[in-house]
């Protein structure tokens, strides 16, 4: 079907009850580019109901509309509208009546609006979406993926209809099976020719084929088709070749066609070899992320989606796990394209609620249908391995829940049998109702991540349990391979208890890799861990954060909870705006993809408090040596190093020697008396260097800098311009505590879509044109809508303005 994006021309408003509005008064409107995130415009406020879990966001119900315009020439033809998401409990009207409803807020839903249309005049569309106290983390609200309308004959490929798999691969040739599925909404039977071309990476055409296909009035029918390639390109994370398969029908007044991207490679799954592709054993470096884009809130752009997994993965990461819903099909695509591995997950939650308002009301009835929706959406990208049925499910301890998860797991693989499935699994959450109340001091009742975040590492000890191990087995058993929440703890043991068992680490702390990660490489049925978290997120605020105590005074780490304004979770690798923390360089270091040190420096302090954190923190440390701090002022340092010893020199004097490697948590460790100059890290093993790591003190001429990602971008309206400001001397360093607030100004074919920093803890909107920066650095995202010389204007008191210029092509 020929598919035409609607993401232009919408109008966005509060959305009020049928008799709010009866006194003649209007909701305030606003016009808008899709996709869109309602919610950052919303202002923040300590009692949100969601409060740190949504970042302090309030929730609300909004309206979006437009109108559409269907020539009386295609009257017969049939019209779908394709929405690749909708946050959440979304409702669609055309010309106001009801045409579909979709609970769901990341599922791809289709709406056949035949029924609804007229051809004399615009047709009114209108989508309404709410959120309200029904996530654990921020959501966004409204039309945050692509909307297309989708328009073809009455004999027509389906949407989705063309799946393509390769059942038998070698080295000389690989057979491909091209499916297809072809509709007849007409009122006769009709007989189609179905041709399938496939291109190679080249572009070469690599092989053809035809079958004809009868379908009676009102069915459809699937048209298989077999076809060999000689010599294939395997796609792998080394080499992601993609070839290209174009389906055409043709007959009696039915021309139709689709394309679709696929990758040619084999999967293979056992406790002995672990996971292989292609053959080969591959550990999985995974990332958790969420589906938020930084600055910009829930809304999923191409070229947003396709940056950050390109950051990923040049960050050492080879597989994302999505949490805890499905990807958008952007982020898909990066992935096939990177050469990034994938495990799509489906639910936060089955029937029992972690929020009062969330999609366990509706699982019971919509579960198949986001199953449906899910694999649909994925099953022609080879990036994506594993679909995951469920994260931190409560129900999994139960005999019902792993009931429940069995039919969740064999649904997937009745849809598709060419990957793999797994549960991700908190054992304290399944087993959590058969432990003590977990009450806080006052006996008031605790956040599950407090709970988790306890300094005695309780958890740690119960999932590791024989409790979990009874209750958790049935549950494992339905599913590939069993997805171990912080359950490191059970990587060896579970070996010989469950010799048949493959383990993937589906969600672990950071401060712990040192201890995971050679059991990982130790344990050929352990394939790998998802980090908590590769990318920075909105919500769940502050359970990253240090607090600052008075020493000696038996004061421990407050909760996760990150009191109002926080709004960051402040636990990512790389923050939102992408740029590496020090934990992604020690991640770097113990995945033994980078031999020279690095330095974090904690933030100078001279009150006397002493850092306390929970499992998801990282130290207050930052890769910098230019500080405003008085000369002789204590300054921790840390050295990350896979090698046995380091010495650090400040100034060319040598501060000491001390231990790292793998017996010393890759980390060596010193108290500097500040001076400026040059701190120098050298790494060696049995007195030889091995690399060394240099940090530079800034001078004084603070000057204010902007740098463009790319000076050329398309004039789309899924290509985006990052632009880097930070405050700099002239060699490029940037000062960290000189922060000031920079105005950005937008003119010719683009719009400043969002603007901010990586501060975890802020008031300032996204969406203003000035903002404060954070350790001297902050972010714009320019969206362009036409082609043309986009001019971008930065500007702070006190510093000369920066300009740039971004060409944007037809």
């Given at each position: 079907m020929k598919t035409v994006p609607l993401l232009t021309d919408w109008s966005v408003s509060p959305k009020r009850g049928l008799f709010e509005g009866v006194n003649g008064s209007t909701a305030p409107t606003s016009t808008v580019t899709l996709p869109h995130d309602a919610m950052l415009g919303f202002e923040r406020s300590a009692d949100a109901p969601s409060r740190e879990h949504g970042g302090y966001f309030p929730g609300g119900a909004v309206e979006y509309s437009r109108t559409l315009e269907i020539d009386p020439s295609e009257a017969e033809l049939v019209h779908t509208l394709v929405f690749d998401g909708v946050y959440r409990d979304s409702t669609v009207f055309v010309n106001?009546?009801?045409?579909?409803?979709?609970?769901?807020?990341?599922?791809?839903?289709?709406?056949?609006?035949?029924?609804?249309?007229?051809?004399?005049?615009?047709?009114?569309?209108?989508?309404?979406?709410?959120?309200?106290?029904?996530?654990?983390?921020?959501?966004?609200?409204?039309?945050?993926?692509?909307?297309?309308?989708?328009?073809?004959?009455?004999?027509?490929?389906?949407?989705?209809?063309?799946?393509?798999?390769?059942?038998?691969?070698?080295?000389?040739?690989?057979?491909?099976?091209?499916?297809?599925t072809v509709t007849n909404d007409g009122r006769h039977t009709r007989t189609v020719i179905a041709s399938v071309a496939i291109s190679a990476p080249d572009g070469s055409i690599v092989a053809r084929g035809q079958a004809p296909i009868t379908l009676l009035a009102g069915e459809s029918g699937v048209v298989r088709e077999r076809l060999l390639i000689d010599s294939p390109q395997r796609w792998s994370l080394e080499s992601p070749a993609l070839y290209r398969a174009e389906v055409s029908i043709a007959g009696e007044d039915a021309e139709d066609s689709d394309a679709v991207a696929f990758g040619i490679r084999t999967l293979q799954l056992d406790p002995r070899h672990g996971l292989r592709i292609n053959g080969q054993s591959v550990k999985l470096r995974g990332a958790c992320i969420h589906h938020d884009n930084g600055i910009i809130g829930a809304r999923a752009i191409a070229r947003a989606e396709e940056r950050r997994i390109q950051i990923l993965k040049d960050a050492g990461f080879n597989a994302i796990r999505s949490a805890h819903n499905p990807l958008s099909p952007e982020t898909l695509d990066a992935c096939d394209r990177l050469g990034v591995l994938v495990m799509d997950e489906s639910f936060d939650m089955w029937a029992e609620p972690k929020s009062p308002f969330d999609y366990s009301l509706a699982f019971p009835e919509w579960w198949e249908r986001d199953i449906e929706s899910l694999v649909a959406k994925d099953f022609n990208h080879p990036s994506v391995v594993f679909y995951s049925i469920g994260n931190e499910i409560p129900e999994t301890g139960r005999p019902h829940g792993s009931r429940l998860g069995r039919l969740i797991a064999e649904k997937v693989h009745a849809l598709d049998s060419t990957r793999f499935t797994t549960n991700s699994i908190n054992g304290l959450v399944s087993v959590i109702k058969e432990l003590p109340p977990l009450g806080g001091s006052d006996d008031t009742p605790r956040d599950i991540n407090d709970t988790m975040a306890d300094p005695g590492e309780m958890m740690t000890s119960v999932v590791g349990s024989d409790l979990v191990t009874r209750r958790t087995e049935e549950s494992f058993a339905a599913v590939d391979a069993a997805g171990?929440?912080?359950?490191?703890?059970?990587?060896?043991?579970?070996?010989?208890?469950?010799?048949?068992?493959?383990?993937?680490?589906?969600?672990?702390f950071a401060t712990r890799l040192h201890l995971a990660w050679p059991l990982i490489l130790q344990n050929d049925h352990v394939i790998g861990e998802f980090t908590w978290t590769g990318w920075d997120y909105l919500g769940e605020a502050g359970i990253g954060r240090m607090d600052y105590i008075e020493p000696g005074t038996g004061a421990e780490f407050s909760g996760t909870s990150g009191p109002f304004p926080w709004q960051l979770a402040w636990c990512g690798d790389i923050d939102i705006t992408g740029f590496r923390r020090p934990a992604s360089y020690f991640r770097e270091i113990v995945f033994g993809l980078r031999t020279a040190p690095y330095i974090a420096v904690q933030r100078p302090r001279t009150d006397g408090l002493v850092a306390v954190g929970g499992p998801w923190s990282w130290s207050d440390s930052v890769s910098s040596w230019s500080w405003s701090a008085e000369s002789g002022t204590p300054v921790v340092v840390e050295v990350y190093s896979a090698s046995e010893s380091v010495e650090l020199l400040l100034n060319g004097v040598s501060v000491g020697t001390a231990a790292a490697g793998p017996d010393h948590r890759y980390m060596a460790t010193f108290t500097v008396p500040f001076a400026a100059g040059e701190l120098v890290a050298v790494s060696s093993v049995n007195g030889v260097e091995t690399g060394r790591e240099v940090l530079r003190s800034a001078s004084d001429d603070v000057t204010l800098a902007a740098h463009v990602d790319r000076s050329t971008i398309r004039g789309s309206l899924d290509d985006l311009a990052y632009v880097s400001i930070a405050l700099e001397d002239a060699d490029g360093i940037v000062w960290l505590d000189r922060d000031c607030e920079v105005e950005v100004v937008v003119s010719g074919p683009g719009e400043l879509l969002g603007l901010g920093s990586a501060n975890p803890r802020t008031t300032e909107s996204y969406l203003a044109n000035r903002t404060r920066t954070f350790d001297g650095r902050a972010q714009a995202i320019v969206r362009p809508n036409g082609a043309g010389e986009i001019t971008i204007t930065v500007s702070a008191d006190g510093h000369e303005t920066q300009t740039l210029v971004v060409h944007a092509g037809e």
């Open positions: 106001d009546n009801f045409a579909a409803q979709w609970p769901g807020g990341y599922s791809r839903f289709t709406v056949n609006i035949d029924p609804f249309l007229r051809f004399d005049e615009p047709n009114v569309i209108r989508v309404e979406a709410r959120a309200h106290h029904d996530s654990r983390w921020y959501s966004g609200l409204g039309i945050h993926r692509n909307v297309a309308l989708a328009t073809g004959p009455q004999v027509h490929i389906a949407l989705d209809g063309v799946r393509v798999s390769t059942p038998d691969i070698d080295d000389d040739g690989a057979l491909v099976q091209v499916e297809t171990l929440n912080y359950g490191d703890s059970r990587y060896a043991s579970d070996a010989s208890v469950f010799p048949n068992r493959v383990i993937i680490g589906t969600e672990t």
